[in-house]
Every structure is written in structure tokens, then in C-alpha cells.
């Protein structure tokens, strides 16, 4: 344990800093390690992927550990790590917990998911978490397995520009069958959009309806979460599709 | 060539409907086919990659065939493939083309690139174009390649979750290579953040300074670009790293 006590961990997340699932991160992490949260001023689930280079960044500092940000979770971890942390390079970033799950093909949407592909890029070990539900939140399992793996990844480290995504489901913990080692699921997409009418009569619409589906795929992250798994699902961010290179290359190359 | 004019195809952006990019490729498509173009209202670059499931949005229309909405690329692509043209899907979605690069790392963070995972997401062949450069945009060799790439995708398809990434460059027709087949190329993300003080003696913040760098590797999509080719990268969409799941299913499974 002394060991990791001189750890430095990064933490962020997209609901902003007076999410409870920050709060709950950061207290469990205090276990382990130094912990600095940057994390943006106000809830930028909408905002999601983005970094901000079209304008300049505010940052507020509430302690020597503390800081907020105007900006989005990827921002908050360059700002971390470029800035902040230049000095004293952070060996985990961990965003989270997110209310609500980011499973399958979601995670290129998701800002917590962002905010660890962030430290990834920027060559430190990453650990997105979520907690899988709606309503009533109970952190107690998702912080308990939160400091499982953070150990873990702080002790083994990750492979270059890869991340952990875990998704952990909102249930009693007794109830918890243990961890699954997952692929990323498929979201079935093709929801009918959902047309009404506003007060003045004019026509607005809402995507997705009341909820999207997924594939049933076997030891993807999705069916993992339904059965009452941990789910952890390491990610990749090279996305080239190597198996596709030769075939372009004789079709298209000579055009 | 009447074969193909039977062809529908939806087009979108990240710079909004008045972009020049999206009126060239309009316009070059329509050699191929029946466009439909559904683009944001207004420039979303800074808003990326997200899906707006948190409130409603407006759809404009213009003509049979030119839509805006008030939301991003991502939305756009939904809404018209489970909206406007739900009972007559596109054969192909383009997505720009775009004012500036997307290259490298940076395909997780773009909202050109979203727009053609989104059509991609919903089972439709999908392309996302580029063209390399600051300030005096030339589109003719865009265009040319646009036209080009798009028939061989009508003609082709593609392969299931995979999308092209296509970057051109700036530069006079005369002195294009031909086209590279590449893969996914890595930024350096290392800048130092620029801090500054604005005229109210408040500090504030530049993420990367003035350019972010990019590392030289061969049959990469920003080396590429630098040696005069068009690059072409395939793109995947499972990101699951599966050469990692069985170190993780002894390590973490049991726990």
C-alpha cells in the first residue's frame, strides 16, 4: 500500500464537478494515490468528444487538488495533464462515474468516455466508469469496483493507446455475479423518430423515442451489464481497418 | 452511369448549411444521383461527435431535397435516415467537404467524421471527406475525388461498421500523386497549454498553441497528405481491443 500511496491519479468526468459520481470517485480513490480532480464547471454530457481550440479556457481553482474548467472532459484532461500536471505527469486518469451506462457503439459519443480516450492520447493509463441505470443511483458496488481496477491498471499499467471502459450495473451488491471481460456491443439504431407538436403548432422531433435497443451479443458489454456482470471492455483508439487496406489499395491506389 | 442515377444520397456537414464545401460536393454528387442534403443550421465544429437525445430538435425544410436542423451531424444523419427518407433509405452518405483536416487521432474528436460513423451506424455505406489546409480553400481536386471515391463506394459498398476517412490536399491539381491507401496516423499531443492574462488581468488558457504536431509514420493519412497523395483510410467501428481480453479474463475476471 505505501507504495501506491505515491501514486498520482487524474480524475474527470462529464456530469461536472458537483456530480455525486465524482464525489464517490474521489473519495474512493483517496485509498490509493494522490488524487487531482479537473473536471468541467458545469455538465457537458451534450457536448461530449470535443477539444476546445477555437477559443481560450478558463480555470478555477478551488485547492491545490481541485480545479474547474469552461470546458468539455477532453479539455479538462489536456488542461491536467499539459498544464497543470506538466511537472508531475499523473500515472491514471479515471473518469467517472458517469450516471447511466456507456455501452456499445455509444462510447464514440460519450464524454466520459472522451475524457479517458484523452488520457490515453496523452500517454497515461485510463479507466472510464459508469453506472448502468436510470433513477436511483447507489455508488456503493460501482466505488468498490472502481478502486478494484484502478489498482489493478496502477499496477500493470495498460498497452499503449488502450483504455479501459467499465460499465457496472445499478444493482443490489449481493446481487453481482463478479467481473466480465467484454466486446463493445452494437446499439440497434434504428428507431423511429418520434414527431409531435409544440404549443404554437409547429413540428419538432426526438430522436430515439423513449429508449434505444441493443443486439443480444455474447460477452458484449450490454448482455455482460444485463446479466448482473461487471462489465470491462478494453478499447483500442487506432481505428484503422487493417483488413480492408489491400483490397483498396488494388481497387482504388492506381485511380 | 443510368444505373447509377438511380442512386440516392444524403449529404451533411460539421460547417453547417452555408459551408462552400457542402454546396461543391452538392453539386459533384449530383452527377451520381438523387442528393439529399440534411446539415446543421449553423457551424457545429465545436460540438462534434454527440447524438441530442435531451431535447427535441427543429428540422427546416428548403426544398424535397435540402433540410436543416438545429442540432449536429450526428443528429442530421438520424434524422434523416429514421425520418425524412425512412421509407427510402440512401444508398450513400458523404459527409463535408470539410474545411480543414481530419487526420490522425483526431477522427475521434470530428464532426465530419461522426456524421459517416452515423450512417455507418445505420447500416449506409458511408464517407467522410476533407480537404487539408488553412485559408484559400480550392475545391476542384475535392470535388474531382469526391465524385470518384463516391462512385466506387455505389458501385462497391462497403464492408459492414467501416466507413472512409478521405483527406485531400490543398494543393494545384497538377501536382496530386494519386490516391494512398493509409491508416490512421498519431498526433503528438504534447503542447505546452498557453497561458496568458486577458485585459481584465484575469488568467486564461490555449489548448496546443499554435499547431498540434503529428508523428511520421509510413502509410499513415498525415504523411500521406504531406507527400501530395489523397489519402483514403478505412475505419472501423468496433473498437474493442482483442488482443487484451485474455490477459484481462485471468487477470480481472476472477475478482
Excluded at 146 to 173: C, F, M, R
Excluded at 190 to 214: C, M, Q, S, T
Aim: glycine share 8%; proline share 5%.
Amino acid at each position: 500500500m505505501s507504495e501506491l500511496m505515491s501514486k498520482r491519479i487524474l480524475i474527470s468526468n462529464d456530469d461536472g464537478i458537483n456530480s455525486e459520481g465524482l464525489h464517490k470517485l474521489h473519495e474512493t480513490l483517496k485509498k490509493l494515490g494522490e488524487v487531482y480532480v479537473v473536471a468541467p464547471d458545469r455538465d457537458q454530457s451534450a457536448v461530449s468528444h470535443s477539444l476546445t481550440l477555437y477559443r481560450p479556457l478558463r480555470l478555477d481553482k478551488t485547492s491545490d487538488f481541485i480545479y474547474t474548467v469552461d470546458g468539455t472532459p477532453t479539455d479538462c484532461i489536456n488542461l491536467a495533464i499539459n498544464g497543470i500536471l506538466r511537472d508531475k505527469k499523473p500515472d491514471l486518469v479515471v473518469s467517472g462515474i458517469n450516471k447511466g451506462e456507456n455501452l456499445g457503439d455509444d462510447i464514440t459519443y460519450s464524454g466520459t468516455v472522451s475524457a479517458a480516450m484523452e488520457g490515453t492520447l496523452l500517454g497515461v493509463p485510463s479507466i472510464a466508469i459508469s453506472l448502468v441505470g436510470r433513477g436511483d443511483f447507489n455508488f456503493d458496488l460501482a466505488s468498490y469496483h472502481s478502486e478494484l481496477i484502478a489498482k489493478y491498471v496502477l499496477e500493470n499499467g495498460l498497452p499503449k493507446d488502450t483504455l479501459l471502459n467499465v460499465n457496472i450495473p445499478n444493482i443490489p451488491p449481493e446481487e453481482i455475479r463478479g467481473i466480465m471481460i467484454t466486446k463493445q456491443g452494437k446499439r440497434l439504431y434504428d428507431a423511429p423518430i418520434v414527431e409531435k407538436v409544440d404549443p404554437r403548432g409547429k413540428k419538432y422531433y426526438w430522436i430515439g423515442g423513449d429508449e434505444l435497443g441493443f443486439l443480444s451479443i455474447d460477452n458484449s458489454d450490454i448482455v455482460a451489464v444485463k446479466e448482473g456482470y461487471v462489465s470491462v471492455t478494453p478499447i483500442g483508439l487506432d481505428l484503422t481497418k487493417y483488413d480492408l487496406i489491400d483490397k483498396l489499395k488494388s481497387d482504388l491506389s492506381r485511380k
